[in-house]
């Protein structure tokens, strides 16, 4: 599939479905963008797990770090990779040894490796690339309109009453992702250096 | 449901507004508060922290300014943006994100008088130095980059004089040095054009003229079009360098490809202080609504009083690139084929005297130095908007002596043509 841009059908509906997530590369320095976006998913109900050999013996908001993914003790629905590009595939060989399998492989803002993507969806899972679950999240609830961000969506019924911690409506009718073509188009050329 | 891509017109209404969620109020409330309350110190430290998306303090943010925002950002096609208090704030907000003392950007020549003066005087003590090269000549573009460059600034639309810009030649010129292009889309609104498909990185608007259309609120806005690599190279440490005052953590690897406006909220509202008034921001976003009406009559009466003009006996010469035969017409109908605009100059046979004289004549036009409102206006660019210029810098800014400047309002054109008529007519 395409990867330089998503629907946001998909986006939506991978969030809307999945439940658990191992954050691998999962930081508990509360400056990196992977406490941020740990913290933000897990008070928005999901159940996170931190994946991070560095950190084995300590938890990451009351979640105890495991070294691997083959660590993990209960079923996993997807897999946030933290890490930079040159270190996806290793994660995604490791995410195909698990079982049951995960259902979708998500890489991190900057981070795209298109032969591991490749691999995961020939066996079956979503995969979802350079971008960050965190702002997709509040993007497709428009609680990052709250910062001026474009969230590309419109609705004309009530607004939810945002209250930490609730999963908030993911349900609003989407502007098509056209709104921003010149954005992503500047991200494919960065990634595509020819 | 498949996505769909809404038209111009339901983003002018809709983009970033939704009912309220505690009242259902269908008009955008106005926030009228300097605060807002936390839930808990966890939800502060988060808030202050940058970890959560959320209010805290009028100066950095307010919900009636957000759905501007949003909504401009998505009539751009940008990522993001961010509401000022003026347009020359939201310009000081840009450069200072982009410039350190010693550092260049390279401005266009013609562009409206302010720019010139803030750029002149104020960029200058700041020790940001203005580089100037002429938008007719896109080699003077190339021959002013520096290693010191960090930006090159335009206008899509030049002031006074209604020039149409070759946004996507001076783009390929800021990409070749590796720095953002900066376009002010004043005078053109995103419905004449949208500089962000033409290759812009950073758009800047007044608000107070054709967005909020009224003459009755101040605003400006900054739009990121998330397309710059800020972290490719040193050149940009705000975006791409650890954050000091936020524990070190860096805009562009932690918000992505809307990091310039989440920079220009947290660093530059925050410690320079230019945030849009609540009431000035629901003024503008109900005069959004109308843009794309108020843009079709504004440029229907611009073209039938343009070419009334240019047919009587006491004028010398009209400038607007939306005539058949101006000097920028071709440029016209690739950037803007909707319309050139609202905004011109023209000279009159009778020269300056002449120009003085009509100003004084005129029943219907106000006199005034504003554009973009609903009433139509006149100025004299010379002693007023330009009037800080020399006579050469005057004329190369397209503000030469002898030029009166029209901003054609949408009242009924016959009306307006009936003033224009009388006021040319000398009753010596």
């Known amino acids: 599939m395409n990867h330089d841009s998503y629907d946001d059908n998909y986006i939506r509906g991978i969030l809307n479905s999945v439940k658990s997530i191992a954050m691998v590369g999962a930081s508990p320095v509360n400056v990196r963008p992977s406490y941020f976006a740990f913290k933000y998913l897990a008070q928005r109900g ?19 770090f495991v070294a691997s993914l083959l660590d993990i003790d209960r079923p996993v629905d997807m897999v946030d990779i933290f890490r930079n590009s040159t270190n996806i595939m290793p994660a995604v ?68 009453m945002p209250t930490q ?8 009718t989407s502007v098509g992702g056209g709104a921003t073509s010149a954005a992503d188009r500047a991200a494919k050329n960065r990634t595509d250096p020819s | ?18 009912p309220d969620p505690t009242t259902g109020a269908r008009a955008t409330p106005i926030y009228q508060t300097t605060s807002y309350v936390f839930n808990d110190a966890d939800h ?7 970890q959560s998306f959320g209010n805290i303090y009028t100066r950095i943010g307010n919900p009636t300014q957000a759905v501007l925002e949003e909504r401009v950002a998505a009539l751009e096609g940008g990522t993001a943006a961010l509401a000022t208090a003026s347009g020359h704030a939201a310009q000081v907000v840009v450069f200072q994100m982009l410039l350190k003392p010693g550092d260049e950007f390279i401005a266009a020549r013609k562009l409206y008088g302010g720019s010139i003066n803030q750029f002149t005087h104020a960029f200058k003590s700041f020790g940001w130095n203005a580089v100037w090269a002429d938008p007719d000549d896109i080699e003077s573009f190339e021959r002013a980059v520096s290693p010191k460059t960090k930006a090159i600034f335009i206008e899509s639309i030049a002031n006074p004089g209604g020039t149409i810009t070759d946004i996507e030649a001076i783009a390929a010129v800021a990409r070749k040095a590796g720095v953002p292009l900066i376009v002010d889309n004043t005078l053109a609104t995103p419905y004449l054009i949208r500089p962000i498909d033409h290759g812009a990185d950073i758009v800047v608007h007044s608000l107070t003229k054709f ?29 791409s360098e650890p954050r000091p005052e936020y524990h070190g953590i860096k805009l562009q690897e932690t918000f992505g490809n809307f990091a310039f406006a989440i920079a220009c909220r947290v660093l530059g509202l925050r410690d320079l202080g230019p945030a849009i008034s609540p009431f000035n921001s629901f003024l503008i976003l109900t005069g959004i609504e109308t843009l794309p009406l108020r843009m079709q009559k504004h440029c229907e009466n611009t073209k039938a009083i343009t070419e009334w003009l240019a047919s009587h006996p006491a004028v010398a010469a009209v400038n ?24 011109f100059t023209f000279s009159l046979k009778g020269g300056y005297d002449a120009g ?45 002596p002898d030029l009166v400047r029209l901003s054609i309002g949408i009242e009924d054109k016959e009306d307006l043509i009936a003033d224009l008529d009388q006021a040319l007519r000398r009753e010596d």
């Not at chain 1, 709250?146 to 009530?158: A, E, F, P, Q, Y």
């Not at chain 2, 259309?213 to 975006?239: E, R």
């Open chain 2, 44 to 50: 502060a430290a988060s808030l202050f922290g940058l």
């Open chain 1, 46 to 64: 999901y159940d996170m797990i931190p994946v991070n050999p560095g950190h084995v013996g300590k938890s990451l908001l009351g979640k105890p």
């Open chain 1, 165 to 172: 911690g609730m999963r908030l409506s993911l349900g609003r």
């Open chain 2, 356 to 400: 003085v004289d009509l100003v004084s004549r005129l029943k219907l036009f106000s006199h005034l130095a504003n554009i973009g409102d609903t009433r139509s206006l006149v100025i004299h660019p010379a002693s007023t908007t330009h009037s800080q210029l020399d006579d050469a810098a005057k004329t190369k800014a397209g503000a030469a």
């Open chain 1, 93 to 160: 060989d490791e995410a195909l040894k698990m079982m049951p399998l995960p259902k979708v492989i998500w890489m991190q803002l900057g981070a795209r490796d298109d032969a591991a993507a490749e691999k995961a969806e020939a066996a079956g899972m979503k995969v979802v690339m350079n971008r960050c679950p965190k702002i997709e999240y509040g993007r497709l609830s428009s609680e990052i309109s709250w910062m001026g961000v474009n969230s590309r969506t419109l609705s004309s019924k009530r607004a939810p």
């Open chain 2, 1 to 18: 449901m498949t996505d769909r891509s809404p038209g111009f017109a339901t983003l002018a209404v809709h983009a970033g507004a939704q």
């Open chain 2, 320 to 343: 607007y690139a939306g005539l058949n035969g101006d000097k920028y017409n071709n440029l016209a109908r690739k950037y803007a084929p909707k319309g050139a605009g609202a905004v």
């Open chain 2, 211 to 239: 967005l909020g259309g009224h003459g009755n609120s101040l605003g400006g806005i900054i739009v990121d079009a998330g397309t710059f690599d800020w972290s490719k190279d040193d050149k940009y440490p705000i975006l």
